[in-house]
């Protein structure tokens, strides 16, 4: 069994920052890619910014230059911080990471249930 948990979401002004962070935990031999999706209502989910194991990073062009994205492999985890919010970045913000359970088995990807991000004054 394998969990992620999204945390650090809530309501921020416009220009303000938030740090979002996705923690893995249960039956995790390795995790491969770990990736930061949004999705605001009506419409389709979309990639924010995802890490390789390696550390090597791709953003969105909505997000680049005002968020980063970085890991901690001791601890299974993965935060997004994003500053200069704009209304636009209103969203649910999902995590996504590709886990093996066991040394043997094929990595498959696993799913949060998203924290909420409001920017408004």
């Known amino acids: 069994q394998v969990q992620l948990v999204e945390s650090g979401g809530g309501l921020v002004e416009p220009g303000g920052s938030l740090r979002l962070s996705c923690a893995a935990s249960g039956s995790i031999f390795s995790i491969g890619s770990m990736t930061w999706y949004r999705q605001a209502p009506g419409k389709q989910r979309d990639l924010v910014a995802s890490i390789t194991t390696g550390g090597s990073t791709e953003y969105a062009d909505s997000v680049k230059g005002r968020s980063t994205i970085s890991r901690d492999n001791a601890k299974n985890t993965v935060y997004l911080q994003i500053n200069s919010l704009k209304p636009e970045d209103t969203a649910f913000y999902y995590c996504?990471?590709?886990?093996?359970?066991?040394?043997?088995?094929?990595?498959?990807?696993?799913w949060g249930q998203g924290t909420q991000v409001t920017v408004s004054s």
């Open positions: 996504n990471a590709y886990i093996k359970t066991t040394r043997y088995s094929s990595p498959r990807g696993y």
